[in-house]
C-alpha cells in the first residue's frame, strides 16, 4: 500500500490540478519488449507513443488521475517506430510535448518507473479506479490477450459497467476474460479453428480493432515475418461485432456499453474524447 500511495501522491502533486470531480484511471500496458512472430522470428515492439500519451495527456489535463500497471510490474517499452510526427498530426511540435511528458512521468526508466504489478492493482482493490485504459503497438498481441490478472480486472470492470477503452492493438486484451485465454491464443496461432464460450462477456458486443487489411498494409514493418494471427479475426472468432472503417488508417470509435474502442493510431484521440466525455 506504501507504494501505491506514494505514487499516487506524486501523480496528483506534479501532474494534475486539484479537480474536485477526478476521477482515477489505471492505464494498463504490456511488459513485453518484442512480439513472437512464425517460424521462430521476433519483432522488437512496445507500446506506440500517440497511442499511450495522447489520451494519458488528455486525461492529466483534465485533472484526472492515472496510475499505470502492467501484469508483472515492468517497466514498459517504447514502439521507437512510433515516435514520428505523423502520429500526431504531422506536428513535430505535438510528438515533443507528449514525448517530453513521458519522460517526465519515468514510465520506461526500468530503476523508476511507477508502474504497478496487475496483482498489486487488485490488492489496492479494483474499486479505487473509475476506468481503465489499455494503449496499442504490437506489445498486447504477446502477453495481454492471456494474462488471467488482466482477465479478473476486465471481468470486474463488467460486471460493474465500468468504463473500459482500448484502442488499435489493444482490444486483443478482452481475450484475457476467457475461461482458456492461453489455449484460445494457442489455437489461433496454431491455425485451428476457435470459438469462445455462448458466456463469453464480451460476445455480441460491437468493437473495433486494428483491421486485417491495415495489418496486411503494415506488414512489411515485421522485417520478413508474419504475424501468427491478426486480432480483428481473432476478436470475431471470439464473438465480437466487429466495425472497420472502409479507408485504412482513418479514425474510428466505437462504443458499446461499457466498451470504448479505437481502430488504429489515429483513433487515439477519438478514444480519448470519449472516455472523458463518460468520466464528466
Known amino acids: 500500500m506504501k507504494r501505491f500511495g506514494l505514487i499516487g501522491a506524486a501523480l496528483a502533486l506534479a501532474l494534475s490540478f486539484g479537480n474536485a470531480q477526478a476521477a482515477h484511471v489505471l492505464v494498463v500496458l504490456s511488459d513485453s519488449d518484442h512480439l513472437e512472430l512464425k517460424d521462430g522470428k521476433t519483432f522488437r515492439t512496445g507500446f506506440y507513443l500517440n497511442e499511450l500519451m495522447q489520451p494519458v ?12 500497471a502492467t501484469p508483472l510490474g515492468r517497466a514498459p517499452s517504447l514502439d521507437r517506430g512510433s515516435v514520428d510526427p505523423m502520429y500526431f498530426g504531422g506536428d513535430a511540435q505535438a510528438l515533443r510535448a507528449h514525448q517530453a511528458l513521458l519522460d517526465k512521468l519515468a514510465l520506461t526508466a526500468p530503476n523508476k518507473s511507477p508502474v504497478l504489478s496487475l496483482e498489486r492493482v487488485a490488492q489496492i482493490g479494483y474499486d479505487r479506479f473509475d476506468a481503465v485504459y489499455v494503449p496499442g503497438g504490437h506489445a498486447p498481441m504477446q502477453d495481454l490477450l492471456a494474462s488471467p490478472a488482466l482477465g479478473r480486472l476486465l471481468s470486474d470492470f463488467h460486471a ?17 476474460t476467457l475461461p482458456d485465454a492461453a489455449g484460445f491464443a494457442a489455437a489461433l496461432a496454431a491455425g485451428r479453428q476457435v470459438s469462445a464460450p455462448p458466456q463469453w462477456i464480451y460476445r455480441g458486443y460491437r468493437v473495433t480493432v486494428i483491421s486485417d487489411r491495415e495489418e496486411e498494409i503494415a506488414k512489411p514493418q515485421l522485417g520478413g515475418g508474419a504475424m501468427k494471427f491478426y486480432p480483428q479475426a481473432a476478436l470475431q472468432a471470439a464473438g465480437v461485432r466487429y466495425q472497420s472503417n472502409a479507408e485504412p488508417w482513418t479514425p ?11 481502430q488504429n493510431p489515429a483513433s487515439a484521440p477519438g478514444v480519448a474524447a470519449e472516455l472523458l466525455r463518460r468520466l464528466r
Open 57 to 68: 495527456k488528455a486525461l492529466l489535463d483534465a485533472g484526472h488521475e492515472v496510475s499505470f
Open 160 to 176: 460493474k459497467g465500468k468504463t473500459t477503452a482500448l484502442v488499435c492493438h489493444g482490444p486483443i486484451a478482452l481475450l484475457s
Open 252 to 262: 474510428q470509435v466505437v462504443t458499446d456499453r461499457e466498451l470504448i474502442t479505437g
